[in-house]
């Protein structure tokens, strides 16, 4: 009986691709994601060959989303997050003002609109988790102290997203869209009100539920001795709270996967439901990076060479120039500031929602949608660079975290005389972290 393959041979063509293009990453001494970006490419809809389903790609990469945040969450405390907030939320909201203020400034000088210009601004702000979080764990600074005030940061600025994707529509009008607003100021409030108070109550109910219910849930399953329940039992938790989050209360597949993730903190088996997840999380992180390559025209590198230059430009240096002041404004030393500058020098999947948005409120105009894609390819392409950058502006200053990984950074005649070269370079383009011995 015919029937429709599209989701079978999505991910069969869509893994071997990404096999295939991270051994000749990997063989080229770089990062494996890129070899990912590149099959994406290939399978897309602007290149010849194959053609994978548009449409189950990005639902594909958001589980990797879901299963990569559900398991940090399980690595974080409600302290940890508590603690580093007075960093993390005027930093994230500081780094989203300038960063849309400047990405507007450029679109207004290409001759676009003032909401286009704020959409573009507001899409080039905020990083990709996977690409934020895979960095700070191949480097083993995940649960360092700059490890969480990264987190803290990603976890507001995906709370600032929330909000704008609520408000768009609501400001459409105002801001030259061919949608009216909805109402007049008090629409605008109300909507806002909404949203935070969605957002509330989805926290209270997560952490006083939660709490109670969860951590039990797990040590019942895990009594059975069945460890395919026990999986079973951690993705159903991670797929299923994040899916009732996002249709409950309106907040992102991430933002309730985390906070699920937190609640599972508190329980002794966290580190096993951990182990459990991580082949999925890998699997379908790969997944991610395909369906991203798969939105680039390859083409506008050629048509608009200078503004996809402009857009990195913005992402790269802009965005890491902008939080390093920050975190030194806050108290915090060069090299935390330095780290987090690196973490956030990439934008992801946050960026083009907002941008498919404005392009249906049109607000933006579809190139910019092409420009913001070609902008995040090349920035998660560099972003293991900016990591090497770091490493050498350190210089020797080492960051240890809890578990005793270590993020080193070296000058060169140490690097000649110790033959640490090599690790370094591996260090930036490999992920593998460099590891001392007390």
Same mark, same amino acid.
């Given at each position: 009986?015919?029937?429709?393959?599209?989701?079978?041979?999505?991910?069969?063509?869509?893994?071997?691709?990404?096999?295939?293009?991270?051994?000749?990453?990997?063989?080229?001494?770089?990062?494996?994601?890129?070899?990912?970006?590149?099959?994406?490419?290939?399978?897309?809809?602007?290149?010849?060959?194959?053609?994978?389903?548009?449409?189950?790609?990005?639902?594909?990469?958001?589980?990797?989303?879901?299963?990569?945040?559900?398991?940090?969450?399980?690595?974080?405390?409600?302290?940890?997050?508590?603690?580093?907030?007075?960093?993390?939320?005027?930093?994230?909201?500081?780094?989203?003002?300038?960063?849309?203020?400047?990405?507007?400034?450029?679109?207004?000088?290409?001759?676009?609109?003032?909401?286009?210009?704020?959409?573009?601004?507001?899409?080039?702000?905020?990083?990709?988790?996977?690409?934020?979080?895979?960095?700070?764990?191949?480097?083993?600074?995940?649960?360092?102290?700059?490890?969480?005030?990264?987190?803290?940061?990603?976890?507001?600025?995906?709370?600032?997203?929330?909000?704008?994707?609520?408000?768009?529509?609501?400001?459409?009008?105002?801001?030259?869209?061919?949608?009216?607003?909805?109402?007049?100021?008090?629409?605008?409030?109300?909507?806002?009100?909404?949203?935070?108070?969605?957002?509330?109550?989805?926290?209270?109910?997560?952490?006083?539920?939660?709490?109670?219910?969860?951590?039990?849930?797990?040590?019942?399953?895990?009594?059975?001795?069945?460890?395919?329940?026990?999986?079973?039992?951690?993705?159903?938790?991670?797929?299923?709270?994040?899916?009732?989050?996002?249709?409950?209360?309106?907040?992102?597949?991430?933002?309730?996967?985390?906070?699920?993730?937190?609640?599972?903190?508190?329980?002794?088996?966290?580190?096993?439901?951990?182990?459990?997840?991580?082949?999925?999380?890998?699997?379908?992180?790969?997944?991610?990076?395909?369906?991203?390559?798969?939105?680039?025209?390859?083409?506008?590198?050629?048509?608009?060479?200078?503004?996809?230059?402009?857009?990195?430009?913005?992402?790269?240096?802009?965005?890491? =120039?902008?939080? !390093?002041? #920050?975190? &030194?404004?806050?108290?915090?030393?060069?090299?935390?500031? *330095? @780290? +987090?500058?690196? $973490? %956030?020098?990439?934008?992801?999947?946050?960026?083009?929602? =907002?941008?498919? !948005?404005? #392009?249906? &409120?049109?607000?933006?105009?579809?190139?910019?949608?092409? *420009? @913001? +894609?070609?902008? $995040? %390819?090349?920035?998660?392409?560099?972003?293991?660079?900016?990591?090497?950058?770091?490493?050498?502006?350190?210089?020797?200053?080492?960051?240890?975290?809890?578990?005793?990984? +270590?993020?080193?950074?070296?000058?060169?005649?140490?690097?000649?005389?110790?033959?640490?070269?090599?690790?370094?370079?591996?260090?930036?383009?490999?992920?593998?972290?460099?590891?001392?011995?007390?």
């Amino acid at each position: 009986m015919p029937h429709d393959i599209s989701l079978i041979s999505t991910i069969a063509v869509g893994l071997s691709f990404a096999f295939v293009g991270g051994i000749v990453a990997f063989r080229l001494r770089l990062p494996p994601l890129v070899g990912y970006l590149v099959a994406g490419i290939a399978v897309g809809p602007f290149t010849p060959g194959f053609v994978a389903d548009v449409e189950l790609a990005p639902q594909l990469a958001e589980i990797g989303v879901i299963l990569l945040m559900f398991g940090v969450g399980m690595h974080f405390s409600i302290a940890d997050l508590l603690a580093v907030r007075k960093i993390a939320v005027p930093g994230a909201i500081g780094q989203i003002i300038v960063s849309t203020l400047l990405g507007a400034g450029v679109a207004t000088l290409w001759g676009w609109s003032f909401g286009a210009g704020m959409v573009f601004g507001l899409a080039l702000s905020v990083a990709s988790t996977v690409v934020l979080l895979r960095a700070l764990e191949e480097r083993g600074i995940l649960n360092s102290k700059e490890g969480q005030i990264t987190i803290g940061w990603l976890i507001v600025e995906d709370l600032v997203m929330i909000l704008a994707l609520v408000l768009l529509p609501a400001l459409a009008g105002l801001l030259g869209g061919e949608i009216p607003a909805a109402g007049a100021a008090g629409g605008i409030w109300l909507a806002i009100a909404i949203a935070i108070g969605k957002v509330v109550a989805f926290v209270t109910v997560i952490l006083v539920l939660g709490v109670r219910l969860f951590p039990l849930l797990l040590k019942r399953i895990e009594a059975t001795g069945s460890r395919e329940l026990f999986t079973l039992c951690v993705i159903a938790l991670s797929l299923g709270i994040a899916f009732i989050s996002s249709e409950l209360f309106g907040v992102s597949f991430a933002l309730g996967a985390f906070f699920a993730g937190v609640v599972i903190h508190e329980s002794d088996l966290s580190h096993r439901a951990a182990d459990e997840l991580r082949p999925f999380q890998d699997t379908f992180a790969a997944l991610f990076f395909v369906s991203v390559g798969m939105l680039l025209d390859p083409a506008i590198l050629i048509r608009q060479p200078l503004q996809v230059l402009t857009v990195v430009v913005i992402i790269i240096i802009g965005k890491s =120039l902008i939080a !390093l002041v #920050i975190v &030194l404004l806050v108290g915090r030393p060069l090299s935390t500031a *330095l @780290i +987090v500058s690196a $973490a %956030l020098a990439q934008i992801g999947e946050f960026s083009f929602i =907002l941008a498919e !948005l404005g #392009i249906r &409120l049109r607000l933006m105009p579809e190139e910019g949608l092409n *420009l @913001i +894609v070609a902008g $995040a %390819l090349l920035s998660i392409t560099l972003n293991p660079l900016a990591f090497f950058v770091v490493s050498r502006w350190t210089k020797k200053e080492t960051l240890t975290n809890p578990s005793g990984s +270590v993020f080193t950074g070296q000058s060169t005649a140490d690097n000649r005389r110790t033959g640490d070269d090599e690790r370094i370079r591996s260090l930036a383009f490999n992920g593998k972290p460099n590891r001392t011995t007390e």
